[in-house]
């Protein structure tokens, strides 16, 4: 089945620890996206990317760093810059980033917590 | 700036009780206003896509309408199934080309039998 798969589904991280989050989709969608969770708001922006090897800043990118080396994964850092990093973090593609009708597709989310 | 407000924030019916859930939207051109549902410890699964006032989607017991500044998402006749957070989002002509997506904060329902 074509999806999104977002591994660990839970995480903890220590304080100044860096922690990565996979995301990998097999849909063969060109743009990737991070979305941060957080309860009572609605999903924030973090970082995005239309083509391997190429990606841009969202609305909340401070703290957080990612990588597109290939078009099927887009791994997001948390990094110990990221002082409130507990949140619900999603992951999510769409076919083509320039085509304004096409709706995003999610996968399931990680839950990170500070130990 | 553009901005999508939802209401209510939660909501309670009784089985069989209908209503509707409003997302009010300012936007510097609507390019597409999307309704999407979410599950408790899931990511968000897309429901529909709008583009123009007037413009109606359907889905067995939902059905979302447009009009210039808010969408509805009517739920008729709804069952303990249909509890989940709902939440909307909108594309502008200033995010087409990147995709970006503004979410409301969304809405909680619960269905009681």
């Known amino acids: 089945d074509g999806g999104i798969t977002q591994s660990p589904k839970y995480l903890f991280r220590k304080e100044g620890q860096n922690v990565t989050l996979s995301c990998e989709q097999n849909?063969?969608?060109?743009?990737m996206y991070w979305y941060r969770q957080d309860p009572g708001q609605g999903l924030r922006l973090i970082y995005y990317?239309?083509?391997?090897?190429?990606?841009q800043k969202g609305d909340i990118a401070e703290g957080y760093s990612v990588s597109r080396e290939k078009k099927e994964s887009f791994p997001l850092t948390v990094t110990s810059a990221q002082k409130n990093p507990t949140a619900f973090y999603l992951c999510?593609?769409?076919?083509?980033?320039?085509?304004?009708?096409?709706?995003?597709?999610f996968g399931d989310g990680t839950r990170l917590s500070i130990l | 700036e553009d901005q999508v407000t939802q209401s209510p924030e939660a909501l309670r019916l009784q089985e069989g009780e209908s209503s509707s859930l409003n997302c009010s939207y300012t936007?510097?051109?609507?390019?597409?206003l999307f309704w999407y549902r979410q599950d408790p410890g899931k990511g968000p699964e897309f429901l529909f896509t709008?583009?123009?006032a007037g413009e109606e989607k359907e889905k067995e017991r939902l059905k979302a309408t447009l009009t210039k500044k808010e969408s509805f998402l009517h739920i008729t006749a709804p069952k303990p199934e249909d509890s989940a957070t709902y939440l909307c989002?909108?594309?502008?002509?200033?995010?087409?080309?990147?995709?970006?997506?503004?979410f409301g904060q969304g809405t909680t329902l619960q269905v009681k039998p």
């Open positions: 999510a593609s769409q076919l083509k980033q320039g085509r304004s009708n096409q709706p995003q597709h």
């Open positions: 849909l063969n969608h060109d743009a």
């Open positions: 990317s239309q083509i391997v090897n190429d990606f």
């Open positions: 936007v510097s051109g609507l390019r597409g």
């Open positions: 709008l583009y123009s």
């Open positions: 989002a909108v594309r502008s002509s200033g995010s087409s080309n990147t995709g970006k997506l503004i």
